[in-house]
Protein backbone atom coordinates (compact mmCIF):
# COMPACT_ATOMS: atom_id res chain seq x y z
CA UNK A 1 0.00 0.00 0.00
CA UNK A 2 1.38 3.44 -1.11
CA UNK A 3 -0.31 6.15 1.53
CA UNK A 4 -1.77 9.72 0.17
CA UNK A 5 0.32 10.71 3.43
CA UNK A 6 1.98 9.32 6.26
CA UNK A 7 2.08 11.47 9.41
CA UNK A 8 3.63 8.73 11.80
CA UNK A 9 6.40 8.58 9.73
CA UNK A 10 7.32 12.35 10.38
CA UNK A 11 6.07 11.58 14.66
CA UNK A 12 8.07 9.25 15.41
CA UNK A 13 11.04 10.32 14.07
CA UNK A 14 11.01 13.42 16.48
CA UNK A 15 9.50 11.20 19.24
CA UNK A 16 11.93 11.44 21.94
CA UNK A 17 11.50 15.49 21.55
CA UNK A 18 7.59 15.56 21.42
CA UNK A 19 7.85 13.60 24.58
CA UNK A 20 9.34 15.97 26.46
CA UNK A 21 7.73 19.00 24.71
CA UNK A 22 3.80 17.11 26.11
CA UNK A 23 6.01 16.79 29.50
CA UNK A 24 7.18 20.46 29.79
CA UNK A 25 3.37 20.99 29.16
CA UNK A 26 2.18 19.01 31.88
CA UNK A 27 4.50 20.24 34.19
CA UNK A 28 3.64 23.99 33.78
CA UNK A 29 -0.48 23.32 33.52
CA UNK A 30 -0.55 26.35 31.58
CA UNK A 31 -2.50 25.19 29.12
CA UNK A 32 -3.61 28.74 26.91
CA UNK A 33 -1.25 31.07 26.68
CA UNK A 34 2.34 31.66 28.52
CA UNK A 35 5.65 31.62 27.84
CA UNK A 36 5.33 28.34 25.24
CA UNK A 37 3.21 29.74 23.09
CA UNK A 38 4.86 33.44 22.86
CA UNK A 39 7.96 31.37 22.56
CA UNK A 40 6.96 29.79 19.51
CA UNK A 41 4.91 32.70 18.05
CA UNK A 42 8.59 34.70 18.21
CA UNK A 43 10.42 31.62 16.47
CA UNK A 44 7.60 31.53 13.60
CA UNK A 45 8.11 35.14 13.05
CA UNK A 46 11.85 34.62 12.85
CA UNK A 47 11.44 31.92 10.44
CA UNK A 48 9.41 33.75 8.29
CA UNK A 49 10.96 36.89 8.49
CA UNK A 50 8.29 39.09 10.02
CA UNK A 51 7.62 41.13 13.02
CA UNK A 52 4.68 40.03 14.33
CA UNK A 53 2.95 36.55 14.35
CA UNK A 54 -0.26 35.99 16.91
CA UNK A 55 -1.36 32.67 17.29
CA UNK A 56 -4.78 31.22 16.81
CA UNK A 57 -7.06 29.02 16.70
CA UNK A 58 -7.40 27.80 12.98
CA UNK A 59 -6.39 28.56 9.78
CA UNK A 60 -10.05 30.03 8.73
CA UNK A 61 -10.32 32.23 11.85
CA UNK A 62 -7.41 33.53 11.48
CA UNK A 63 -8.00 34.85 8.16
CA UNK A 64 -11.34 35.99 9.76
CA UNK A 65 -9.64 38.09 12.25
CA UNK A 66 -8.08 39.50 9.24
CA UNK A 67 -10.90 40.94 7.89
CA UNK A 68 -12.26 42.01 11.15
CA UNK A 69 -8.90 43.83 12.01
CA UNK A 70 -8.88 45.72 8.34
CA UNK A 71 -12.80 46.48 8.99
CA UNK A 72 -13.96 44.87 6.38
CA UNK A 73 -17.57 43.73 6.60
CA UNK A 74 -20.95 44.51 5.27
CA UNK A 75 -21.45 46.03 1.57
CA UNK A 76 -17.78 45.06 1.42
CA UNK A 77 -16.11 42.70 -1.50
CA UNK A 78 -13.06 40.40 -1.27
CA UNK A 79 -11.52 39.25 -4.53
CA UNK A 80 -10.48 35.86 -3.78
CA UNK A 81 -9.52 32.62 -6.36
CA UNK A 82 -12.03 30.24 -7.80
CA UNK A 83 -9.83 27.34 -6.34
CA UNK A 84 -8.93 27.00 -2.82
CA UNK A 85 -10.05 25.30 0.15
CA UNK A 86 -13.54 26.78 1.31
CA UNK A 87 -12.01 28.29 4.02
CA UNK A 88 -11.04 30.97 2.04
CA UNK A 89 -14.12 32.34 0.68
CA UNK A 90 -16.04 31.15 3.81
CA UNK A 91 -14.04 33.39 6.16
CA UNK A 92 -14.86 36.34 3.73
CA UNK A 93 -18.52 35.79 4.09
CA UNK A 94 -18.41 34.81 7.63
CA UNK A 95 -17.76 38.34 8.75
CA UNK A 96 -20.81 40.00 6.30
CA UNK A 97 -18.52 40.66 3.70
CA UNK A 98 -19.30 38.87 -0.34
CA UNK A 99 -16.47 36.59 -1.84
CA UNK A 100 -15.67 37.62 -5.56
CA UNK A 101 -14.11 34.65 -7.21
CA UNK A 102 -11.69 35.51 -9.54
CA UNK A 103 -10.71 32.50 -11.86
CA UNK A 104 -7.23 30.55 -11.86
CA UNK A 105 -3.91 30.63 -14.12
CA UNK A 106 -4.01 27.23 -15.91
CA UNK A 107 -0.36 26.70 -15.52
CA UNK A 108 0.50 27.68 -12.09
CA UNK A 109 -3.28 26.83 -10.77
CA UNK A 110 -2.99 30.00 -8.53
CA UNK A 111 -5.50 33.74 -9.23
CA UNK A 112 -5.23 34.61 -12.71
CA UNK A 113 -4.01 37.96 -12.02
CA UNK A 114 -5.23 39.04 -15.70
CA UNK A 115 -8.50 38.84 -15.08
CA UNK A 116 -8.19 40.34 -11.58
CA UNK A 117 -9.05 44.28 -12.71
CA UNK A 118 -12.15 43.51 -14.06
CA UNK A 119 -13.63 42.04 -11.03
CA UNK A 120 -12.89 45.14 -8.95
CA UNK A 121 -15.37 47.49 -8.25
CA UNK A 122 -15.77 50.56 -5.75
CA UNK A 123 -16.85 47.88 -2.70
CA UNK A 124 -13.68 45.76 -3.38
CA UNK A 125 -11.57 46.00 -0.18
CA UNK A 126 -8.91 43.16 -0.31
CA UNK A 127 -7.95 40.72 -2.59
CA UNK A 128 -6.48 37.15 -0.60
CA UNK A 129 -4.13 35.46 -2.67
CA UNK A 130 -3.76 31.53 -2.01
CA UNK A 131 -0.60 30.00 -2.38
CA UNK A 132 -2.08 26.90 -3.52
CA UNK A 133 -0.47 23.66 -3.22
CA UNK A 134 2.73 24.71 -1.95
CA UNK A 135 3.28 27.60 -5.02
CA UNK A 136 3.18 31.16 -4.54
CA UNK A 137 0.85 33.75 -6.18
CA UNK A 138 2.41 35.98 -8.81
CA UNK A 139 2.58 38.49 -5.94
CA UNK A 140 4.24 41.40 -7.75
CA UNK A 141 1.43 41.72 -10.60
CA UNK A 142 -0.95 41.52 -7.05
CA UNK A 143 0.76 43.64 -5.38
CA UNK A 144 0.73 46.94 -8.28
CA UNK A 145 -3.11 46.31 -9.33
CA UNK A 146 -3.39 46.32 -4.77
CA UNK A 147 -1.35 49.85 -5.15
CA UNK A 148 -3.32 51.05 -7.88
CA UNK A 149 -6.93 50.04 -6.34
CA UNK A 150 -5.82 51.03 -2.59
CA UNK A 151 -6.78 47.62 -1.86
CA UNK A 152 -5.41 44.97 1.16
CA UNK A 153 -3.83 42.17 0.42
CA UNK A 154 -4.44 38.98 2.59
CA UNK A 155 -2.07 36.17 1.85
CA UNK A 156 -3.83 32.80 2.35
CA UNK A 157 -0.54 30.56 2.95
CA UNK A 158 -2.55 27.61 4.74
CA UNK A 159 -0.83 25.35 2.16
CA UNK A 160 2.82 27.28 1.66
CA UNK A 161 4.98 27.40 4.70
CA UNK A 162 8.55 28.02 3.74
CA UNK A 163 7.35 29.09 -0.08
CA UNK A 164 9.55 31.76 -1.54
CA UNK A 165 8.70 34.32 -4.25
CA UNK A 166 11.71 36.25 -5.47
CA UNK A 167 13.57 35.58 -2.38
CA UNK A 168 10.95 36.17 0.30
CA UNK A 169 9.01 33.95 2.45
CA UNK A 170 5.26 34.28 1.56
CA UNK A 171 3.48 35.92 4.04
CA UNK A 172 5.87 38.63 4.57
CA UNK A 173 4.51 39.87 1.08
CA UNK A 174 1.11 41.77 1.55
CA UNK A 175 -0.41 43.65 4.26
CA UNK A 176 -0.71 40.68 6.20
CA UNK A 177 -1.00 36.48 6.07
CA UNK A 178 -2.40 33.80 7.47
CA UNK A 179 -1.22 30.36 8.47
CA UNK A 180 -3.13 27.09 9.55
CA UNK A 181 -1.52 24.49 11.51
CA UNK A 182 -4.18 21.91 10.59
CA UNK A 183 -2.40 18.63 10.98
CA UNK A 184 -2.01 18.02 7.39
CA UNK A 185 -0.28 20.84 6.23
CA UNK A 186 3.36 21.61 5.96
CA UNK A 187 4.02 22.06 9.11
CA UNK A 188 0.77 20.67 11.22
CA UNK A 189 -0.02 20.71 14.54
CA UNK A 190 -2.16 17.85 16.58
CA UNK A 191 -5.38 19.33 15.70
CA UNK A 192 -6.57 22.49 14.68
CA UNK A 193 -4.57 25.78 15.20
CA UNK A 194 -3.22 28.70 13.17
CA UNK A 195 -1.88 31.74 13.27
CA UNK A 196 -1.52 35.32 11.32
CA UNK A 197 1.37 37.11 10.73
CA UNK A 198 2.15 41.03 9.70
CA UNK A 199 4.99 43.30 9.98
CA UNK A 200 2.64 46.50 10.55
CA UNK A 201 2.12 47.06 14.48
CA UNK A 202 -1.79 48.48 14.52
CA UNK A 203 -2.95 45.23 12.68
CA UNK A 204 -0.93 42.84 14.77
CA UNK A 205 -1.83 44.85 18.45
CA UNK A 206 -6.11 44.98 16.88
CA UNK A 207 -5.89 41.23 15.64
CA UNK A 208 -3.90 40.27 19.00
CA UNK A 209 -7.21 41.30 20.78
CA UNK A 210 -9.65 40.27 18.72
CA UNK A 211 -8.46 36.76 19.15
CA UNK A 212 -8.56 37.04 23.03
CA UNK A 213 -12.03 38.55 23.91
CA UNK A 214 -10.75 42.50 22.33
CA UNK A 215 -8.72 42.12 25.70
CA UNK A 216 -5.89 44.63 26.31
CA UNK A 217 -4.32 43.14 29.54
CA UNK A 218 -6.63 41.09 31.99
CA UNK A 219 -10.41 42.03 31.88
CA UNK A 220 -9.74 45.07 30.08
CA UNK A 221 -12.42 44.51 27.21
CA UNK A 222 -11.36 47.32 24.52
CA UNK A 223 -13.40 45.78 22.06
CA UNK A 224 -16.16 43.00 21.32
CA UNK A 225 -13.54 40.00 19.92
CA UNK A 226 -13.61 36.59 20.13
CA UNK A 227 -12.23 33.16 21.57
CA UNK A 228 -9.73 31.87 19.16
CA UNK A 229 -6.42 31.00 20.61
CA UNK A 230 -3.62 29.01 20.40
CA UNK A 231 -3.43 26.37 22.66
CA UNK A 232 -0.06 26.07 24.72
CA UNK A 233 -0.18 22.30 23.59
CA UNK A 234 -0.07 22.62 20.26
CA UNK A 235 2.49 25.91 20.25
CA UNK A 236 4.94 23.54 22.23
CA UNK A 237 4.46 20.28 19.70
CA UNK A 238 4.99 23.34 16.67
CA UNK A 239 8.17 24.55 18.64
CA UNK A 240 9.63 21.03 18.11
CA UNK A 241 8.70 20.25 14.64
CA UNK A 242 9.59 24.05 13.39
CA UNK A 243 13.21 23.48 13.12
CA UNK A 244 12.62 20.41 10.67
CA UNK A 245 10.58 22.55 8.72
CA UNK A 246 13.05 22.84 5.66
CA UNK A 247 14.13 19.31 5.35
CA UNK A 248 10.53 18.59 5.10
CA UNK A 249 9.73 20.94 2.76
CA UNK A 250 12.92 19.91 0.89
CA UNK A 251 12.03 16.14 0.66
CA UNK A 252 9.07 17.26 -0.59
CA UNK A 253 10.31 19.32 -3.32
CA UNK A 254 13.06 16.30 -4.33
CA UNK A 255 9.73 13.86 -4.05
CA UNK A 256 7.94 16.26 -6.58
CA UNK A 257 11.42 17.06 -9.24
CA UNK A 258 11.70 13.17 -8.88
CA UNK A 259 7.64 12.58 -10.23
CA UNK A 260 8.47 15.08 -12.71
CA UNK A 261 11.35 13.32 -14.03
CA UNK A 262 9.45 10.26 -14.38
CA UNK A 263 5.85 11.65 -15.78
CA UNK A 264 7.91 14.20 -18.46
CA UNK A 265 6.80 12.19 -21.53
CA UNK A 266 3.58 10.99 -20.00
CA UNK A 267 0.12 12.72 -21.38
CA UNK A 268 -0.90 13.65 -17.96
CA UNK A 269 0.16 17.68 -17.41
CA UNK A 270 2.74 17.74 -14.47
CA UNK A 271 2.76 20.93 -11.91
CA UNK A 272 4.54 24.24 -13.49
CA UNK A 273 6.68 26.08 -11.00
CA UNK A 274 6.49 29.99 -11.70
CA UNK A 275 10.11 31.30 -11.87
CA UNK A 276 12.20 32.95 -9.38
CA UNK A 277 9.82 31.23 -6.89
CA UNK A 278 10.62 27.81 -4.54
CA UNK A 279 7.22 25.88 -4.95
CA UNK A 280 6.96 23.66 -1.53
CA UNK A 281 4.90 20.90 -3.06
CA UNK A 282 1.98 20.78 -0.20
CA UNK A 283 0.40 19.05 -2.85
CA UNK A 284 1.46 17.30 -6.00
CA UNK A 285 -1.27 18.24 -8.51
CA UNK A 286 -1.51 16.69 -11.84
CA UNK A 287 -3.79 17.15 -14.81
CA UNK A 288 -5.37 14.55 -17.51
CA UNK A 289 -8.63 13.51 -18.97
CA UNK A 290 -9.35 10.64 -17.87
CA UNK A 291 -8.68 10.91 -14.54
CA UNK A 292 -11.45 8.76 -13.44
CA UNK A 293 -9.93 5.49 -15.13
CA UNK A 294 -6.48 6.97 -13.68
CA UNK A 295 -7.75 6.80 -10.06
CA UNK A 296 -8.88 3.82 -10.45
CA UNK A 297 -5.94 1.99 -11.75
CA UNK A 298 -3.59 3.35 -8.81
CA UNK A 299 -6.82 2.62 -6.20
CA UNK A 300 -5.98 -1.09 -7.90
CA UNK A 301 -2.43 -1.16 -7.06
CA UNK A 302 -3.26 0.20 -3.68
CA UNK A 303 -1.94 3.49 -4.36
CA UNK A 304 -4.07 6.52 -2.15
CA UNK A 305 -4.85 9.81 -4.31
CA UNK A 306 -7.22 12.39 -3.23
CA UNK A 307 -8.58 15.22 -5.38
CA UNK A 308 -8.08 19.28 -4.47
CA UNK A 309 -10.73 20.14 -4.73
CA UNK A 310 -13.73 18.16 -6.64
CA UNK A 311 -15.91 21.28 -7.14
CA UNK A 312 -14.15 24.45 -7.37
CA UNK A 313 -15.68 27.51 -5.17
CA UNK A 314 -18.22 29.30 -7.28
CA UNK A 315 -19.90 25.64 -8.05
CA UNK A 316 -20.52 24.71 -4.42
CA UNK A 317 -24.06 23.74 -3.08
CA UNK A 318 -23.30 26.50 -1.00
CA UNK A 319 -22.96 29.20 -3.78
CA UNK A 320 -25.75 27.80 -6.05
CA UNK A 321 -27.85 31.20 -5.53
CA UNK A 322 -25.40 33.10 -7.89
CA UNK A 323 -26.24 30.46 -10.45
CA UNK A 324 -22.09 30.79 -11.97
CA UNK A 325 -21.73 28.95 -15.15
CA UNK A 326 -18.64 27.10 -16.90
CA UNK A 327 -18.06 30.57 -18.79
CA UNK A 328 -17.96 32.39 -15.84
CA UNK A 329 -14.73 30.45 -14.68
CA UNK A 330 -13.97 28.45 -17.38
CA UNK A 331 -10.46 27.21 -16.54
CA UNK A 332 -11.27 26.84 -13.02
CA UNK A 333 -14.31 24.58 -14.14
CA UNK A 334 -12.23 22.26 -16.69
CA UNK A 335 -9.84 21.87 -13.66
CA UNK A 336 -11.92 20.24 -11.55
CA UNK A 337 -12.29 17.18 -13.93
CA UNK A 338 -8.75 16.74 -14.41
CA UNK A 339 -7.19 17.32 -11.16
CA UNK A 340 -5.59 14.01 -9.14
CA UNK A 341 -3.01 15.06 -6.20
CA UNK A 342 -0.68 12.02 -5.89
CA UNK A 343 1.05 10.68 -3.05
CA UNK A 344 3.45 13.16 -1.56
CA UNK A 345 4.97 13.59 2.26
CA UNK A 346 8.42 13.54 3.57
CA UNK A 347 9.89 10.40 3.80
CA UNK A 348 8.00 8.82 0.55
CA UNK A 349 10.61 6.26 -0.98
CA UNK A 350 11.86 6.59 -4.61
CA UNK A 351 10.43 3.14 -4.65
CA UNK A 352 6.79 4.26 -4.08
CA UNK A 353 7.27 7.41 -6.24
CA UNK A 354 8.61 4.65 -9.22
CA UNK A 355 5.75 2.41 -8.34
CA UNK A 356 2.93 5.36 -8.84
CA UNK A 357 4.69 6.61 -12.40
CA UNK A 358 4.74 2.82 -13.30
CA UNK A 359 1.03 2.74 -12.70
CA UNK A 360 0.72 5.68 -14.39
CA UNK A 361 2.18 5.03 -17.43
CA UNK A 362 0.98 1.78 -17.84
CA UNK A 363 -2.65 3.09 -17.54
CA UNK A 364 -2.51 6.14 -20.00
C1 LIG B 1 -6.32 24.47 5.35
C2 LIG B 1 -6.65 25.73 4.67
C3 LIG B 1 -7.25 26.82 5.34
C4 LIG B 1 -7.88 26.73 6.71
O1 LIG B 1 -7.18 26.22 7.67
P1 LIG B 1 -7.83 25.52 8.96
O2 LIG B 1 -6.72 25.57 9.93
O3 LIG B 1 -8.21 24.13 8.55
O4 LIG B 1 -9.00 26.33 9.39
C5 LIG B 1 -7.39 28.01 4.68
N1 LIG B 1 -6.99 28.14 3.40
C6 LIG B 1 -6.45 27.13 2.71
C7 LIG B 1 -6.02 27.35 1.31
C8 LIG B 1 -6.26 25.88 3.32
O5 LIG B 1 -5.72 24.88 2.62
Redesign the pocket.
Known amino acids: MIPFADLTLLHTSIQDKIDAALTQVIQTSNFIGGEIVTQFEKEFASYIGIKHCIGCA ?3 DS ?1 EILLQTLEIGKGDEVLVPAI ?2 I ?2 SEAVSSVGATPIFVDVNPEFYTIDVSKIEVAITSKTKAIIP ?1 H ?1 YGQAADMDAILSIANKYDLYIIE ?1 C ?2 AHGAEYKGKKVGTIGTCASF ?1 F ?1 PG ?1 NLGAFG ?1 A ?1 CLVTNNETIAEKSRMIANHGQKGKHNHIIEGRNSRLDTLHAAILSVKLPYLDTWNALRIEAAAKYSKLLTNSPIQIPHILPNTSHVFHLYVIQTQQRTALQNALTQQQIQTAIHYPTALPFLPCYSEKNYSEKDFPIAFAMQQKILSLPLFPGISDAQIEEVCKTILATL
Open positions: NGTISWATVLDAQSFKDG
